[in-house]
């Protein structure tokens, strides 16, 4: 039963796409001059430096990649029809004495259980993932404390979407933005985005790191001993 439902998903996801093995039509966030924006250039160049794919080639029939605060959470469809998923949990190295963030990032990718990653295809699809256009803060100045600014990239065989969400955790109750944080919520629960980042930060290389704000290290009871006797002189 599962896999005969499974099969129908993945028919309802490729409805649309009549034009098989063209190139995808790119919808990517552009300046007034035409060119992309800084926060996609960016993005591209760092899904390169964890070993993220690049959906716009890719031959999957569907691909669903959600940003994440310090992870990232995908899911594809195969030309096999074959439904996988992964969860890549990041980090960068901060220099303590040197008090910046060095060039060295560490990354470690999971796979999803071939069941949840079919349970978040069918999320995307029962919530209109594909249909919700970006969702920019308007009206005032935006703080951390408003919310979090989610990425969600989406292909099927003819089409790539790149679209930004603003998800507000106070000000903004608009029906589009609770789907969008349901989403969130629900895709992070499935992919186990906690006991995945809990289990990443047991082998990250670095004594201290960030993921842009907080910066966490990790000391010895002996180097933790001398750094407060030095601080007490």
């Known amino acids: 039963m599962m896999k005969k439902t499974t099969t129908l998903l993945i ?15 790119l919808h990517i966030p552009s300046n007034k001059d035409g060119n992309p924006k800084s926060s996609y250039s960016f993005n591209t160049e760092f899904s390169k430096r964890i070993a993220l794919s690049s959906i716009p080639k890719s031959d999957n029939l569907y691909h669903c990649r959600l940003w ?26 901060y220099d303590q004495i040197k008090e910046e963030r060095t060039e060295n990032y560490f990354y470690k990718s999971y796979e999803l259980d071939s069941n949840k990653s079919v349970q978040i295809l069918k999320l995307i699809d029962s919530l209109k993932i594909n249909g919700i256009p970006d969702i920019h803060f308007s009206g005032r100045f935006r703080s951390i404390a408003d919310g979090t600014d989610y990425i969600i990239e989406t292909a099927n065989e003819t089409e790539y979407n790149y679209r930004t969400y603003w998800t507000p955790a106070i000000t903004d109750t608009t ?16 992919a186990n985005a906690s006991e995945n980042w ?34 007490n002189h």
Do not use: H
Not at 15 to 23: D, F, V, Y
Not at 180 to 187: D, G, H, L, M, Q
Not at 207 to 231: D, F, L, P, S, W
């Open 11 to 25: 028919l309802l996801f490729l409805a649309s796409s009549s034009l098989w093995g063209q190139k995808r039509q």
């Open 68 to 93: 994440i605060y310090r992870q990232i959470i995908e899911v594809w469809v195969k030309p096999t029809k074959v439904v996988s998923g992964l969860i890549t949990s990041w980090t960068q190295e």
């Open 175 to 190: 029906q589009e933005s609770v789907i969008i944080s349901n989403f969130i919520e629900e895709a992070s629960r499935l």
């Open 198 to 231: 809990d289990k990443f930060t047991k082998v990250i290389p670095y004594k201290c790191y960030t993921n842009g704000g907080v910066i966490a290290c990790v000391y010895t009871e002996e180097e933790y001993r001398k750094m407060q006797n030095e601080n």
